[in-house]
């Protein structure tokens, strides 16, 4: 039986754990407020940015997933969850002399500066202007940095219950315009609980893997294919300044999927087609 720290027990935290748990293993969950995380899920409450918060972690504690994630897009508050977060946990890891087999730091395809649709893989250079990038970047050194043994996954943007920012932006009428493709890399936040894992089953998982799905596409045939199965124009009104995910764009890039691919990972949804797809067709049907 493996026990799972889940540092940062959001939405993705949260359908880690359950699916851990559910598995047979034991998950804890790490978040300020615990009163919203589900029974499957055993508690620990305690704010990553305060080191005095985190003692008596869990003796048996086995595997770490660090999927925290800052409460607003601002350089403190990225340096406060990423960095200093990061450190606290480590420090107390160390101190508690915990054997743990493997921590994996659920990083961002913001590292990744490409703008023109170049592909991009895991050994690609990282050059990102904005200080999410950035300040990811020395996250990401920490992490493997540690005494434990550590692997990072990028994530592309997630969507799937609860992450329907797209869907929602279409349904208002807004449309990317301009005539060049701005390619986005997405994932289905049942296949990024997926990928993570899967990379904590692997006994000698590589240093990083992208956590992206399998056809990174161009935003805009994103928003028409969304349109077009809503009944909606395939035009409309610009859009407010912000990416599918509710955050400002990171790039125009084609992320690959092969090492998680050849690492045994199978997607669930390959495409935004099948993601999407599945969202329109839970949903209720009006009378």
């Not at 359950?18 to 293993?25: H, Q, T, V």
């Not at 407020?33 to 048996?60: C, W, Y």
């Not at 970047?137 to 996954?153: H, I, K, M, Y």
Request: a negative charge; glycine letters at 10%; charged letters at 25%.
């Amino acid at each position: 039986m493996a026990h799972l720290l889940i540092a940062g027990c959001g939405s993705l935290g949260t359908a880690l754990g359950l699916r851990f748990s559910r598995l047979g293993n034991v998950a804890w969950g790490i978040r300020r407020d615990t009163s919203k995380l589900p029974h499957e899920i055993r508690l620990f409450q305690a704010d990553l940015t305060v080191p005095g918060m985190l003692r008596n972690l869990p003796d048996e504690t086995s595997h770490v997933v660090y999927c925290a994630a800052p409460s607003e897009s601002t350089e403190e508050a990225y340096r406060e969850t990423y960095v200093d977060g990061l450190k606290n946990l480590l420090a107390a890891l160390e101190k508690q002399r915990l054997d743990v087999r493997r921590l994996v730091f659920v990083s961002s395809t913001a590292v990744y500066a490409q703008e023109g649709g170049e592909w991009v893989d895991e050994d690609s250079p990282t050059e990102p202007a904005d200080f999410r990038g950035q300040v990811l970047l020395e996250a990401e050194a920490l992490a493997r940095g540690a005494a434990v043994p550590a692997t990072v996954v990028r994530l592309g943007g997630i969507y799937g219950p609860g992450r329907t920012h797209l869907l929602e932006r279409v349904r208002a009428g807004h449309r990317t315009g301009g005539e060049a493709p701005v390619y986005r890399n997405r994932i289905h936040l049942d296949d990024a609980v997926g990928v993570l894992d899967r990379v904590l089953e692997l006994g000698a998982p590589a240093p990083c893997y992208l956590g992206v799905d399998s056809e990174p596409a161009d935003l805009r045939a994103v928003e028409r294919w969304l349109a077009e199965r809503l009944g909606l124009p395939a035009d409309g009104g610009a859009p407010p300044e912000e990416a599918e995910d509710g955050h400002r764009g990171t790039g125009n890039k084609r992320c690959r999927n092969d090492r998680i691919v050849a690492a045994g990972y199978s997607f669930r949804y390959p495409t935004f087609r099948e993601g999407y797809g599945a969202l329109l067709a839970a949903e209720p049907v009006a009378s």
